[in-house]
């Protein structure tokens, strides 16, 4: 189980690193203004979307292996795991949402417009 997990977290590491330096490192090729822009917000809402499982799903169920392990009784706390697994499908698209541009604006604008059309009615 140890490895499963330390080969989770190291791909994570591994791969985030080799993305990160390979969009904003030194390259040769010119990129226009408007790519970089879309791909530093592409690149913190896949930040995001590796944070949300890590905390919700692997830190969790790390410390449930690890207090097994140990035979430490977590008692109530042990459905948080449950809780949290439950809540990743709902919660892991709300970064792309908020952090790309054309997302929030489509989003925001389509509230706005829900909004007004309730409001003349």
Known sequence: ??????ISFFTIIY???RCYLNLFGSSTVKKSAKFKNLQS???????????IPVILMQI???????CTFLDA???EFSGLVTMTVSLFPAIDPIPTMFIVKNYRLAN???FR?????????
Not at 1 to 6: D, E, G, R, T
Not at 41 to 51: N, R
Not at 60 to 66: A, K, N, R, S, W
């Open 1 to 6: 189980m140890w490895l499963i997990v330390a």
């Open 15 to 17: 791969f985030g690193i």
């Open 41 to 51: 917000q592409l690149f913190l809402a896949l930040v995001s979307q590796t944070l």
């Open 60 to 66: 969790p169920t790390t410390i449930l292996f690890l």
């Open 73 to 75: 009784d977590l008692g």
């Open 108 to 110: 925001f604008g389509f």
């Open 113 to 121: 417009t829900r909004v007004i059309v309730v409001a003349k009615k």
